[in-house]
T-cell receptor
């Protein structure tokens, strides 16, 4: 069964510092991977995806993610964090059996201190 | 262009009552998906519907839960005889076509509290 794991419940970073939010995956076949962000009392917003091609994927709000097949990871990164990046981040994978079903990780709360 | 609309945003029910959650997809979207988010957890897929058809309901509990997406009007997620364990945020997403996950646009959610 397809799954993603986010090993950190919370990540704390000072503003201006680089940030990394970790994600590992377990899929059969080629993975279709995604990152979403959820602000308080809001729905999810799509950040970026990896389907195929370059291992470094660039997305919205200056975020990027690096696909690493040997480590089965898809970590989310940003070179310089902003206070406004504070939110809940979800890694997700598209279910191989159903192209319309997305399987989400448990989420990582990112807190950026001024 | 209005996004995905969900109402109510907050719903309080007592055990045994019925909860009806509504989702209006984005204009031009004919595919609707429902997800449930329990506290401190990720979203879990429940059901995928097209107009008048349930395509995939593999994530729906076998009892008390039902969903529809009529030809006219919003999609409805209905929970009968609610229990405390049904307390969660329910998110709806819509897309113009099925397939690529990035084309699913999420609504703000309905937070259901069962007393």
């Amino acid at each position: 069964a397809q799954s993603v794991a986010q090993p950190e419940d919370q990540v704390n970073v000072a503003e201006g510092n680089p940030l990394t939010v970790k994600c590992t995956y377990s899929v059969s076949g080629n993975p279709y991977l995604f990152w979403y962000v959820q602000y308080p009392n809001r729905g999810l917003q799509f950040l970026l995806k990896y389907i195929t091609g370059d291992n470094l994927v660039k997305g919205s709000y200056g975020f990027e993610a690096e696909f690493n097949k040997s480590q089965t990871s898809f970590h989310l990164k940003k070179p310089s964090a902003l206070v406004s990046d504070s939110a809940l981040y979800f890694c997700a994978v598209r279910d191989v059996g159903s192209a319309s079903k997305i399987i989400f990780g448990s989420g990582t709360r990112l807190s950026i201190r001024p | 262009n209005a996004g995905v609309m969900q109402n109510p945003r907050h719903l309080v029910r007592r055990r045994g009552q019925e909860a009806r959650l509504r989702c209006s997809p984005m204009k031009g979207h004919s595919h609707v998906y429902w997800y449930r988010q329990l506290p401190e957890e990720g979203l879990k897929f429940m059901v995928y519907l097209q107009k008048e058809n349930i395509i995939d309901e593999s994530g729906m509990p076998k009892e008390r839960f039902s969903a529809e997406f009529p030809k006219e009007g919003p999609s409805i997620l209905r929970i009968q005889q609610v229990v405390r364990g049904d307390s969660a945020a329910y998110f709806c997403a819509s897309s113009p076509t099925s397939g690529s996950a990035d084309t699913q646009y999420f609504g703000p959610g309905t937070r259901l509290t069962v007393l």
